[in-house]
């Protein structure tokens, strides 16, 4: 896989998710990380810091979350936008640092079972670039 060329905005290559979904999924894995935590403080951390159970459980050091522009003519799953953006759990980026640490092949495909739904790409709005 070789870097993209570079884009006027950031491109996050990620899964278009609502924060509600990222919070409530973020409690399964953290409990499997941390299965000495009380229900309570667990529930608590998947909720506050919902990126430290993902990053933990599947090893993605590049993981982040964003708001994107929506592609013309795509579709995302219910509860995923936030006015006229889509809220991306992306696990690469366009930027060299970032796409320097992106996942394996076996961690990309662990995450999109998880999730559900295939990986798509995201402009974040802004010009990063200018």
Known sequence: MSLPPP????QMYGYYVSYRWL???????????????????ANGIAHI????SFIRHFGIASMGMGS?????EQTVPEGCMDN??????YIFSDQ??????????KQADELT?????????????GSFFD
């Open 7 to 10: 884009k006027r905005n950031l």
């Open 23 to 41: 919070c409530d999924a973020a409690l399964s894995p953290l409990v499997k990380i941390e299965s000495d935590l009380p229900a309570r403080q």
């Open 49 to 52: 810091s919902p990126l430290y």
């Open 68 to 72: 994107a522009i929506l592609p013309p």
């Open 84 to 89: 006229e953006f889509v809220t991306v759990l």
């Open 96 to 105: 060299p640092d970032n796409y320097r640490q992106r996942p394996t092949q």
């Open 113 to 125: 079972k998880f999730v559900g739904r295939e990986l798509q790409v995201g402009s974040m709005p």
